[in-house]
């Protein structure tokens, strides 16, 4: 494609094995181009009218940037080019950017919910009101599209997601009920992580998460990246700026996403997961 738009990638310059990450995803960019990108590895210490600089210099015409050090240029490049963000957490609470956050779309992740436990009639989530509460209306919809009910509940700081935890594990139901961990400021890794895991374990209560480092600790199952599908959807949405000229499109959940399973808490659960479902799944704890 020898007319398409000149695209640089910009992403920070870290090693192994999270370089590795970032060069899966500009393949999956290159991929959907059908053409090499430059690239730009961002030091901690950039400058950023050196990045400018490089940028008008390649005659380039749409930016793909990723991880925070990407997302912290973004900021200062988006009046000059098309900018489109990938590979970090971000929300669009007063940005005005185009992007992909690392946060799963609830559909898929509702929808994966049912595939591996149809016995789930209900979904609660405690979040933090400024990180996830452009997710919550999502959620509803593809709630109400799965038929299922969904109890949302915001908190301010970890405290008030603590006292809720705490009260909202003794009246949930087995069988019936799943608390969604979110990829937020509530899910304090050395506090409440191992109390929602203990109480779920001894109530045979479903736990499912945004955040793949749940499964290994015992959470159900997690979404996480597919890296170099999420790269050509970004350069997808590089080509729908450039081609209508566009300044912002909005920030997305992903929805190019591999499951995690633990299968020794689906046996725990009583689940049946079959031959097929287990082949599906692209990681499985414990390692077999």
């Known amino acids: 494609m020898a007319d398409s738009p ?44 050196a990045v400018k600089y490089y940028l008008r210099k390649a005659q380039i015409q749409g930016v793909i940037v990723l991880g925070s050090r990407g997302l912290s240029a973004a900021k200062d490049l988006q009046f000059m080019f098309h900018v489109v963000v990938g590979a970090v957490l971000i929300s669009p609470n007063g940005e005005d950017l185009t992007g992909i956050s690392l946060t799963p779309d609830p559909a898929i992740l509702f929808q994966k919910l049912l595939e591996i436990d149809p016995r789930i009639k209900r979904i609660t989530l405690i979040y933090n009101r400024d990180q ?17 009910e969904i109890n949302t509940f915001p908190v301010e700081n970890i405290r008030e997601a603590a006292t809720l935890y705490r009260d909202i594990l003794q009246h949930l139901e087995e069988g019936k009920d799943a608390i969604w961990l979110p990829q937020d400021s509530t899910i304090d890794e050395q506090a409440i992580l191992p109390l929602i895991l203990k109480k779920s374990w001894e109530r045979n209560l479903a ?16 979404l996480y990246p597919d890296n170099e599908r999420m790269g050509q959807s970004l350069a997808a949405l590089a080509l729908e700026e450039i081609k209508n000229n566009k300044r912002s499109i909005g920030i997305i959940p992903l929805r190019d996403l591999l499951t995690a399973v633990n299968t020794r808490t689906a046996d725990h659960l009583g689940l049946n997961l079959t031959s097929r479902m287990k082949q599906n799944f692209d990681l499985s704890f414990p390692a077999r």
Do not use: C
């Open 6 to 49: 000149a695209i640089a990638v910009i992403y920070p310059d870290i090693r192994e094995p999270y370089r590795g990450i970032f060069l899966k995803i500009i393949k999956g960019i290159e991929n959907k181009l059908k053409k090499t990108v430059k690239i730009y590895p961002l030091e901690k210490d950039y400058d950023i009218e």
């Open 207 to 222: 736990v499912f998460s945004s955040n793949l480092a749940h499964i290994p600790r015992g959470a159900l199952f997690a």
């Open 132 to 148: 996830t509460e452009w997710l919550i209306e999502r959620a509803v919809k593809a709630a109400r599209f799965y038929s299922i």
